[in-house]
T-cell receptor, first 114, second 112 residues
């Protein structure tokens, strides 16, 4: 099955700086790569996603890049704010040959220092 | 718009007891899934359903059963609870498997 590795597990940045979280996946058949933000005591919420036919996608301060050849994708948050503090999960979707659902990374705890 | 509703929010079980975690969505989504979240482990897929009457196993299905008699509901049953099933459980729904998944607020389950 699919395996998703996520780094770092904890990331502390100064408010206003940029944050980058990186993920790698193992199965080249994966075609959908969402990023979720989880605040304490809540369920994960989608913040941005990208499909395998696109190399980059941006939404205001958040961007995702995908390198299919290297099988890695990254989340970029610019001009970080206190409300960006949360746990972020990357995921990959693969269908066929096994479970048809999302495989998640283990998460990155992002801390924004004032 | 309620989205995905999970009940209960908290539950304590004794080893060997059974229970059902409820999940309902009001978005007419075909795809529903259950995940468990353990510290440092991310979310792992337990079972999923691509439509009413169809269910399948995910990555960690042992000890759990599901059914999907309607589009709206997707309950998760623990047959005989074990301490290893202590976790936070999330139900999610989406239009398709590879579209935005909407998660419930989670059920924190402790098995003693």
């Amino acid at each position: 099955g699919e395996n998703v590795e996520q780094h770092p597990s904890t990331l502390s940045v100064q408010e206003g700086d940029s944050a980058v979280i990186k993920c790698t996946y193992s199965d080249s058949a994966s075609n959908y790569f969402p990023w979720y933000k989880q605040e304490l005591g809540k369920g994960p919420q989608l913040i941005i996603d990208i499909r395998s036919n696109v190399g980059e996608k941006k939404d205001q301060r958040i961007a995702v890049t995908l390198n299919k050849t290297a099988k890695h994708f990254s989340l970029h948050i610019t001009e970080t704010q206190p409300e960006d503090s949360a746990v972020y999960f990357c995921a990959a979707h693969i269908s066929g040959g096994g479970a048809d659902g999302l495989t998640f990374g283990k998460g990155t705890h992002l801390i924004i220092q004032p | 718009n309620a989205g995905v509703t999970q009940t209960p929010k908290f539950q304590v079980l004794k080893t060997g007891q059974s229970m059902t975690l409820q999940c309902a969505q009001d978005m007419n989504h075909e795809y529903m899934s259950w995940y468990r979240q353990d510290p440092g482990m991310g979310l792992r897929l337990i079972h999923y359903s691509v439509g009413a009457g169809i269910t399948d196993q995910g990555e960690v299905p042992n000890g759990y059963n599901v059914s999907r008699s309607t589009t709206e509901d997707f309950p998760l049953r623990l047959l005989s609870a074990a301490p290893s099933q202590t976790s936070v459980y999330f139900c999610a729904s989406s239009y398709k498997q590879n579209t935005e998944a909407f998660f419930g607020q989670g059920t924190r389950l402790t098995v003693v």
